[in-house]
C-alpha cells in the first residue's frame, strides 16, 4: 500500500494536493505529528486531521511523534483517523497506549526510531495491527534512507511469520522513493510511506510511477 506523506505536501493548496493523491493511486494519507520535544520540530494537530478527513476518500494514518502520546490518541481519533501509531520511546506503558487506540475502533501501530532494539516490536506486536519502522530518524523529511532498515525488517517479518502474527502489517517511513521501493516491499514492507518522493513533482505521475516500480 502506498501513502503519501502529507508533511511533505504544499499546506497552501492542501485540498488539491490530497485530491491529487486519489488521483495518482495512493492507498492511505499519512500525517506526521510532531511536538517540539519528542522530535525537534513542530508540525500540526487535531483540527488540521480532522479538516484533511473532511476533503478526502482515503483512510488516515496519523503518526504521532510526541512525547506522552495518551495525551492526544483521544483528539486524533474523534478527528478522524484510522490509524494511529505511537513511538515505544515516548510511552512508559506501551501497552496501555495500544489499549486506549483500539478502544476507539482504530488500528493501533507502534513506532522504531532506526536504532531502537526490534525486541520492543516483538513484545507489542500481538497487540498491534502494524508496526511502522523508520528509516530515517524521526522530525523532518527528505532524509536520507538508513539501509539498516533491510535487516531489520527481514527480521521483524520472520518473527511475525513465526509467531502466527502475519496479520500485522508493516509500515516504512523516510527515505521512500520510486528507485528503491520494490526492493522495500520485496524486504516486507506493507505500507510504504513517501514524502518528497511524491510531492517533489506530479503527485500523481509520481505515484503511479511507484506503482509501476512495484510490479
Known sequence: MLAPSLLSADFANLADEIKACENGGADILHFDVMDG???????????????????????????????????FIPD????????????????????????????????????????????????AAEYCDFILLMSVNPGFGGQTF???????????KEFLILNGLEHVLIEIDGGVKKENAREIAEAGADIL??????????IADNLKSIRVALK
Open 146 to 156: 538508513i539501509n539498516s532498515f533491510f535487516r531489520r525488517v527481514g527480521a521483524l
Open 193 to 202: 510511506v513517501s514524502g518528497s518522493g511524491v510531492f517533489n513533482g506530479n
Open 76 to 123: 486524533f481519533a474523534e478527528a478522524g483517523a484510522d490509524y494511529i501509531s505511537i513511538h515505544s520511546e515516548a510511552t512508559h506503558h506501551l501497552h496501555r497506549s495500544l489499549m486506549l487506540i483500539k478502544s476507539f475502533g482504530k488500528k493501533a501501530g507502534v513506532a522504531l526510531n532506526p536504532l531502537t532494539p526490534l525486541e520492543f516490536a516483538f513484545e
Open 37 to 71: 520535544h519528542f522530535v525537534p520540530n513542530i508540525t500540526i494537530g487535531p483540527f488540521v486531521a480532522k479538516t484533511v478527513k473532511q476533503n478526502t476518500i482515503l483512510p488516515l494514518d496519523c503518526h504521532l511523534m510526541v512525547e506522552n502520546p495518551d495525551r
